[in-house]
């Protein structure tokens, strides 16, 4: 898969215009897959790549940049904070349970 050869840190200069040459969904859904995998480090010097070249160049508008990252993460973020507060409310029952022990 392109994604896991992609080392964007050791990228050429030919390969990063070959980056940007590439059609806008096609560098968005690249960035998306990277999230889905858990490869953040890498969608984030990748958003930079996009970020950091002209429109005219490949670059990408921040705000498309930041529906990818919104789409991909909001749904972790959302099961993070159901699983945060199925935590509390145990939490609170196991305190409750152990105060009527101690009574």
């Known amino acids: 898969m392109l994604i896991n050869n992609l080392k964007l840190k050791q990228m050429t200069t030919a390969e990063k215009d070959w980056f940007l040459g590439l059609p806008a969904e096609m560098k968005l859904t690249l960035l998306g897959d990277m999230l ?21 160049e490949g670059g990408i508008l921040t705000e498309d940049i930041n529906k990818v990252f919104d789409n991909n993460l909001k ?17 609170e029952i196991i305190n409750q349970q152990q105060n009527k022990e101690n009574e």
């Open 36 to 56: 889905k995998e858990g490869k953040s480090g890498m969608a984030l010097a990748t958003a930079k790549i996009l970020l950091d070249a002209p429109l005219s």
């Open 75 to 91: 749904p972790k973020k959302d099961y993070l904070d159901k699983w945060e507060e199925r935590a509390k409310k145990n939490t």
